[in-house]
T-cell receptor
Framework: NAGVTQTPKFRVLKTGQSMTLLCAQDMNHEYMYWYRQDPGLGLRLIHYSVGEGTTAKGEVPDGYNVSRLKKQNFLLGLESAAPSQTSVYFC???????????FGSGTQLSVL | AQSVTQPDIHITVSEGASLELRCNYSYGATPYLFWYVQSPGQGLQLLLKYFSGDTLVQGIKGFEAEFKRSQSSFNLRKPSVHWSDAAEYFCVGLHQAGTALIFGKGTTLSVSS
């Protein structure tokens, strides 16, 4: 049972480049989330999904897009990367909003 | 907007001493509240959660938290801290739509010998 898998684990981008982060969970969870972690700011919610085909904005959605075409996958896209998007990105999933979050191992993204 | 606030950025406690980490929340209805811990280089681990019932909840690793509606608080406590408790602690609650979880900014705990 793999849990939540994020790919890639590390990535370096140049300003203006695009990329997609993939999150996959094998627990049949309805809820999936993307957070970014920055020193002193905790984890901030970017976008989330409450089920297949649904997405919603979180606290800091600007500059990111997401898709949940399949229940097990939640993709986070950066269309034109900026240095302010340098961060550690975490994907998480849960069965319901009041249940434990299961986290991926994180993606370290640097935008130069 | 609903939010959780952790007033303390960094706390240092002597090993064996008691610990209390503060969390304040703002909600209209009974909230869902959690405490997570992130050890250096490790992932995030759930310590405990509250959404109804007994206002004193027990968690893993000897931690407990008390929900106090009158004070809008959900403080985390431990009677005797161990060096391995040094980590970053996050209070977590509901996003404004009530369909996602948001994190406080975290409190870093250092344990001195």
């Amino acid at each position: 049972n793999a849990g939540v898998t994020q790919t890639p684990k590390f990535r370096v981008l140049k300003t203006g480049q695009s990329m997609t982060l993939l999150c996959a969970q094998d627990m049949n969870h309805e809820y999936m989330y993307w957070y970014r972690q920055d020193p002193g700011l905790g984890l901030r919610l970017i976008h989330y999904s409450v089920g297949e085909g649904t997405t919603a904005k979180g606290e800091v959605p600007d500059g990111y897009n997401v898709s949940r075409l399949k229940k097990q996958n939640f993709l986070l896209g950066l269309e034109s990367a900026a240095p302010s998007q340098t961060s550690v990105y975490f994907c998480a999933s849960s069965d319901r909003v009041n249940e434990k979050l299961f986290f991926g191992s994180g993606t370290q993204l640097s935008v130069l | 907007a609903q939010s959780v606030t952790q007033p303390d950025i960094h706390i240092t406690v002597s090993e064996g001493a008691s610990l209390e980490l503060r969390c304040n929340y703002s909600y209209g209805a009974t909230p869902y509240l959690f405490w997570y811990v992130q050890s250096p280089g490790q992932g995030l681990q759930l310590l405990l959660k509250y959404f109804s019932g007994d206002t004193l909840v027990q968690g893993i690793k000897g931690f407990e938290a008390e929900f106090k509606r009158s004070q809008s608080s959900f403080n985390l406590r431990k009677p005797s801290v161990h060096w391995s408790d040094a980590a970053e602690y996050f209070c977590v609650g509901l996003h404004q739509a009530g369909t996602a979880l948001i994190f406080g900014k975290g409190t870093t705990l250092s344990v001195s010998s």
